[in-house]
């Protein structure tokens, strides 16, 4: 009985001792602690900072075999006066942050925490009642009459005890935590796969998936949607690149792509060949992609194209290049299939932009620049052309007009100014005035030699306005001062935009003309 009555002393000096020194080190969370459960601020503050003495005093006390009999009452009436507090907001309805132990734990005040203070008021009362009878010994008198291999024993559980204890709980504080980070970021990347965004791999993510550049691409033949044949011997019997891109027709992010796919093939066709090679069924792919006019699908039986090119996930495209060989690693994903079709036909690479969550802005996204809605008044502007004269955007008016966006020292911009030439001397039938508005120098403008009026806009307000963060951009504005396209980014798009034919009364113009129009002076490099 001495012995089990000694155990509680010591284990209600520990539990006391550990809280008064974790409040002593915030004193401001346990004024915070007490203004919570009720008391008004006047109290609040004098007895946060008094409790945590009074704990440390009882746990002295409690350990002592001389103070033990007048500390245990006190730790029982600061346990009851624990649990009166909890009671009271419990039935009220509230849970305050208890505090008990500063910033090492804290959680709501609840019946765990009421019941928690319950028992260790018990184990105060029966040292109360009964504590005369462990004041004849205390913790070192018992520990010295052990024999030495005891002691040893005693003393080595005491140092491990706690620190397997503590080390679990740490440990699995942090399996549950990075469980949690784990979750979190997987939804992230579901919801960005659903906008049609996948996050790019790293080279350590992307070691294992598809085969080494430079091995000779695996052969093979399928059936296309129509019954026919496709192989990838015919595929580069043309003479030209092959991308194969491997899309599934129940996969979010695929769909995104579809369209694209689409307007590569008929707009790269001079460059590369781009194939399909999908899972599912022959309805479920002609559903897909037949409005958008994609032709060379292959249909896999389940995946053994995907095996055999050692592709794990979709959408992902690699490139084959003419003499049968794998051109480029696994690209994985929208972004990375986008650049790698750029780069191959040598084009400006365009990437979404994520949103972007603001500090004190109730975690609400940033807002991004966005071109105006097709239909709405074009935004104001008033700059100066290259004479020094200031051109309102109401001069507009009357007449459609492709509004160019524009960098003397952007290179796709170069690349592109021998197709604006060629565009100027001999313009397509019913097409558009040109209307520049150029970073850079005087100079630098007057250099271009095109007939376009340049207007000098170094303002990136303007820019903003019509959600242009690049060059070359364009957007179409009808007769009528109304937005008429949706904003071109990137050298191939802007010409196809300068190659359309405005409906004269200023409805909206097509989104896929014909590639044909477009010629090649400068093969859009």
């Not at 520990?14 to 602690?33: C, H, R, T």
């Not at 260790?120 to 462990?134: C, D, E, M, Y």
């Not at 769909?255 to 060949?273: D, F, M």
Request: proline content about 7%; hydrophobic content about 45%.
């Amino acid at each position: 009985m001495a012995v089990a009555l000694l155990l509680v002393r010591l284990l209600l000096s520990f539990i006391f001792l550990l809280a008064g020194l974790a409040k002593l080190a915030d004193l401001a969370g346990s004024q915070k602690a007490l203004r919570d459960f009720g008391l008004p601020d006047v109290l609040a503050r004098p007895l946060g900072s008094i409790l945590p003495i009074v704990e440390i005093v009882l746990a002295v006390g409690l350990a002592s075999r001389v103070w033990s009999g007048l500390a245990a009452p006190g730790a029982l009436i600061l346990l009851l006066v624990f649990c009166a507090g909890i009671g009271y907001n419990l039935a009220r309805g509230r849970k305050p942050d208890c505090h008990c132990f500063g910033q090492l734990y804290s959680a709501p005040a609840g019946p765990a925490a009421l019941g928690r203070n319950a028992l260790l008021a018990l184990l105060a009362l029966a040292v109360t009642i009964f504590g005369s009878r462990s004041t004849s010994m205390s913790a070192t008198s018992w520990f010295t009459a052990r024999p030495m291999l005891q002691q040893l024993m005693l003393l080595l559980a005491i140092i491990v005890v706690p620190l397997l204890i503590g080390g679990g709980w740490l440990l699995l504080q942090a399996l549950r935590q990075q469980g949690l980070l784990l979750l979190r970021l997987d939804r992230v990347e579901n919801r960005l796969g659903q906008a049609g965004i996948l996050l790019e791999k790293t080279q350590e993510e992307e070691s294992g998936t598809g085969l080494p550049v430079g091995a000779p691409a695996p052969a093979f033949s399928g059936k296309g949607l129509d019954g026919e044949i496709i192989s990838l011997h015919g595929l580069l019997a043309v003479g030209k690149p092959v991308v194969l891109v491997f899309t599934d027709p129940d996969c979010a992010p695929c769909a995104v792509l579809i369209p694209e796919i689409g307007r590569w093939q008929r707009a790269y066709a001079s460059k590369l060949t781009v194939a399909l090679l999908s899972r599912g069924t022959v309805e479920a792919n002609r559903a897909k992609t037949s409005e958008h006019h994609i032709t060379r699908i292959v249909l896999q039986n389940s995946d053994e194209l995907d095996k055999l090119y050692a592709i794990h996930g979709t959408p992902s495209a690699v490139l084959v290049h003419a003499d049968g060989l794998i051109e480029s690693p696994v690209a994985a994903g929208i972004e990375s299939i986008r650049t790698l079709v750029a780069n191959t036909v040598h084009l400006p690479v365009w990437r979404r932009r994520l949103p972007v969550v603001v500090a004190g802005n109730n975690n609400s996204a940033a807002p991004e620049l966005q071109a105006p809605a097709i239909g709405t008044p074009a935004p104001a502007f008033s700059l100066p052309d290259l004479n020094g004269e200031t051109v309102d955007s109401n001069s507009l008016r009357g007449q459609p007009t492709l509004l160019l966006f524009w960098n003397p020292d952007c290179g796709y911009c170069k690349n592109i100014l021998p197709d604006l030439h060629a565009w100027e001397a001999e313009p397509p039938q019913g097409a558009p005035r040109l209307l520049i508005i150029s970073s850079g120098t005087l100079e630098q403008n007057r250099l271009l030699g095109l007939r376009a009026p340049v207007l000098l806009g170094e303002d990136t307000n303007v820019r903003a306005q019509f959600g242009a963060t690049g060059t070359p951009m364009a957007i179409l504005i009808d007769a009528q001062g109304k937005i008429a396209s949706a904003l071109a980014q990137g050298s191939f798009e802007v010409l196809r935009l300068a190659y359309q034919n405005p409906a004269a009364d200023g409805a909206q113009f097509p989104d896929t003309p014909d590639e044909k129009q477009i010629p090649t002076v400068s093969e859009h490099r």
